[in-house]
């Protein structure tokens, strides 16, 4: 008899937790791919495809595959790798491209013909423009990804590296304290 | 009042140097060779030029409008022409350049017409107003907008309105001096902040090593008949700290992620009380302000400086000595040596200290950490200045913010008592830089996701969009291509029976129909066009003519006949 009620208290145990667990599956379902997600918030959102895949989403979809390397990617830089490796537990690997200074593109207004196919090209809407008038740049929506550079039929469109100014200047890592030698004429 | 002082923990007591420069009154320094005032004075939106080169522009008059709301404008320091509007190295860590409105004075130092006010005549929204166009901001060293501080708060009522004239810096002494001489007008322009914010009580804190200039201040409060306390502070760096002063005042503690209205506490500097009411009942913007000249120098004084005079001008009327080889802006906790001795006096600048190795010896080199705990003893924060010096040297900058590295305020306390010499807060200064840029990295990244992903949805759109208006309008031309086909065929003599499925179909696939289509209009013409010569043919022409047609068909080139044709079309 005391068994049979053990097994009763189990089985109704083990039928209530599997109905919990059912419906919490239900009610707190993820939606998406956490790990395309947590990849894609390392890739830099440059939108410029040297990685070869039309887009950083779909590189952190084919690195969530397995299915491509995680040093692909020449604007996150040796950094973005690093901490892909981190994430994924895979080996750094030095990058397949040379890492670039973050750049920003300008338009010479004077050439352009607004012929508008730079604004096709351009991945985030950081070019502004109607058809037969000037066009330019929006530079802090500019990610620098180069993707305006071919179209552009006059080739009016170069590219600038993000120059440092008061505002966005860092205090760097105190290895040596360095003065400027120009001091030396005060007085 | 005077019983209930609290006390923050930690501080230092560095020699405070502050005799040298308080011997002397203030005095108007002469108009500089020319004048060089950055846009970029506040916290906030850098104001706009609104002058060109070769302007002629008097004291006084606009040339850098605020830009939004959080900015504050900026004047021309005195009368003279426009030189040219230039990118000019700044007095900043960076050494990097920004643009400065260049004035050659004329010499002849002439106001705009200024236009003095009542201002309890005036709603609290146009006294605000006013500050920020005469370009009022924090002369403690923050430099932040002050009309931005005048809002009060709608849901903490406002309890203490706290004035900084503690001053605790070694060797700064503008702010003493300012009270000695102009208490009277201090006193009214804390009034017109007592006004806008309407606090339960007013809290003057000073340093009791400046008794002079509290009892000046004193005497200032009673004249005028206000209920102000003043109260003297113990010296004690950084007491002079806005929430070190709140602390002491008050016993308030202001949390980073706080600001202090929110406790019902709001701190201003004597000096911009002064330029407040300067603003408002003389009608002048902040075109000048107090600038202590001392340290390697014959005689330290404070000088009534015109913003954008170079600083090498500057420091020459104190006469350095000849071995100074530097100007440190600011104290000796918390300046820095300024990259270039020619940049220009800014609203933020307190102090200029001529510097040489006598009196600021080079650190010897920095030693490991011996993790003593010296340096948290003295953070007046109560932080842990090694844990986070530890992080902030292995970039895990994760870990200094779960130490509250933004709660450090870059007093210097711990690098002045660090056995090790070591520099930390440069190391806090890298870190909280580096912080800052990953933030603006991650928003700028999360934009450009963000317009990205929209620019493929409306591009997806626009294609759907299109494919369905194609869609309809081939179906619109099948359709109608179809019903004139059918009334041509009732016309002919094809049964109207074998053009029904066709129509049909043509719902179904655009294309498919209007192939259909334009072969049923081609047969229904053939048909129309029935030769009329076959009505007298006889046997043996008809038999000729059926071999014909049956050759033809055998070689594939005859018209299929009608049955065929409509089962290809299907
Ligand atoms: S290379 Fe990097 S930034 Fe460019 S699309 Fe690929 S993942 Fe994005
Ligand atoms: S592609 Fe070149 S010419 Fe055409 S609109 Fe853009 S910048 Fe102008
Ligand atoms: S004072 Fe210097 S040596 Fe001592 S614990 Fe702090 S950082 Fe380390
Ligand atoms: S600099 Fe920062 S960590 Fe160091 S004592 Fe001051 S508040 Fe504390």
Redesign the pocket.
């Known amino acids: 008899m005391d068994i049979l009620l053990a097994i009763a208290i189990m089985a109704l145990g083990a039928v209530v937790l599997g109905a919990a667990l059912g419906y919490a599956s239900i009610k707190f379902k993820v939606e998406g791919d956490p790990l395309v997600e947590k990849i894609e918030a390392i890739l830099p959102q440059t939108q410029c495809g040297q990685c070869s895949y039309p887009g950083c989403k779909p590189y952190a979809e084919a690195i969530a595959k397995g299915e491509a390397d995680i040093n692909l990617c020449p604007p996150g830089g040796m950094e973005g790798v690093q901490r892909l490796a981190d994430l994924l537990g895979r080996e750094v690997k030095p990058l397949e491209a040379e890492e670039k200074p973050k750049q920003v593109a300008i338009i010479d207004e004077q050439t352009c013909i607004g012929c508008t196919l730079c604004i096709q090209a351009c991945p985030v809407d950081a070019i502004v423009g109607a058809a037969k008038q000037m066009h330019t740049i929006i530079a802090p929506l500019c990610t620098g990804c180069e993707l305006c550079l071919p179209p552009c039929p006059v080739e009016c469109i170069l590219m600038a590296p993000v120059s440092e100014t008061i505002d966005n200047w860092k205090w760097k890592y105190p290895v040596v304290e360095i003065k400027p030698a120009a001091l030396r004429d005060a007085a | 009042m005077l019983a209930s002082l609290f006390r923050f923990k930690?501080g230092v007591k560095p020699p405070t140097h502050k005799a040298e420069s308080t011997g002397r009154p203030i005095a108007p320094a002469p108009l500089p060779s020319r004048l060089v005032v950055p846009l970029h004075q506040s916290i906030g939106g850098t104001p706009k030029p609104v002058v060109a080169a070769g302007d002629r522009v008097l004291k006084g008059q606009l040339i850098g409008e605020a830009d939004g709301w959080i900015s504050a404008a900026v004047h021309a320091p005195t009368s003279g022409t426009v030189r040219e509007i230039a990118m000019h190295v700044q007095p900043h860590p960076s050494g990097l350049d920004a643009l400065c409105v260049v004035i050659e004075p004329d010499g002849k130092d002439e106001w705009i017409e200024r236009q003095p006010v009542d201002y309890r005549l005036l709603p609290p929204e146009e006294v605000r107003e006013r500050l920020q166009q005469a370009g009022v901001v924090g002369l403690g060293g923050a430099v932040f907008p002050t009309h931005g501080k005048l809002n009060p708060s709608k849901t903490v009522p406002m309890e203490e309105l706290v004035i900084n004239g503690a001053e605790c810096e070694p060797f700064i002494t503008c702010d003493d001096l300012l009270m000695r001489e102009r208490a009277e007008e201090v006193v009214r322009g804390i009034a017109i902040f007592r006004d806008l914010l309407q606090p339960n009580k007013v809290l003057i804190g000073i340093e009791d090593n400046k008794p002079e200039a509290a009892a000046a201040m004193r005497a200032a409060v009673d004249a005028l008949g206000e209920p102000f306390f003043v109260i003297q502070v113990p010296t004690l760096y950084p007491a002079g700290g806005a929430k070190q002063l709140i602390r002491v005042l008050t016993g308030k503690e202001v949390p980073a992620a706080k600001r202090s209205t929110d406790l019902g506490v709001q701190c201003f500097n004597v000096a911009t009380a002064y330029t407040a009411w300067r603003a408002i009942a003389h009608g002048e913007p902040v075109v000048s302000r107090l600038v202590t000249v001392t340290g390697n120098v014959h005689e330290p004084r404070n000088y009534e400086v015109l913003i954008g005079t170079p600083m090498d001008e500057l420091l020459k009327l104190a006469t350095p000595h000849p071995d100074t080889d530097g100007i440190i802006m600011g104290g000796p906790m918390m300046g820095f040596l300024v990259p270039d001795i020619h940049v220009p006096v800014v609203k933020a600048t307190n102090c200029l200290i001529a510097h040489n190795d006598r009196l600021f010896p080079p650190k010897a080199p920095e030693m490991p950490c011996i993790r003593c705990g010296s340096?948290a003893e003295?953070?007046?924060?109560e932080?842990q200045?090694f844990e986070?010096y530890w992080f902030a040297r292995a970039k895990n900058f994760g870990k200094t913010q779960e130490y509250a590295i933004f709660d450090?305020?870059?007093?210097?306390?711990?690098s002045y008592v660090c056995p090790s010499r070591i520099p930390?807060?440069q190391y806090?200064r890298f870190a909280k830089s580096e912080i800052w840029a990953r933030e603006r990295e991650k928003n700028a990244a999360d934009g450009a996701k963000d317009r990205f992903e929209f620019k493929q949805f409306r591009e997806d759109r626009e294609k759907a969009e299109k494919a369905e208006k194609l869609a309809k309008a081939a179906a619109a031309q099948a359709a109608k291509k179809a019903a004139e086909a059918a009334a041509a065929a009732a016309a002919g003599d094809a049964a109207p029976a074998t053009e029904a499925p066709v129509a049909v179909g043509a719902a179904e696939d655009p294309k498919k129909a209007a192939v259909a289509a334009a072969m049923a209009r081609a047969k229904a013409q053939r048909e129309a066009a029935q030769p009329k010569n076959m009505d007298a043919v006889t046997h043996e022409q008809e038999r000729e003519m059926a071999a014909i047609d049956a050759r033809r068909e055998a070689a594939g080139i005859a018209d299929a006949p009608p049955a065929a044709a409509e089962k290809k079309a299907d």
Not at chain 2, 378 to 381: D, E, G, K, S, V
Request: proline share 11%; with cysteine; aromatic share 6%.
């Open positions: 930690g340096c003295a953070c007046p924060h932080l200045p986070m450090c305020i870059e007093c210097g306390c711990c930390l807060v806090f």
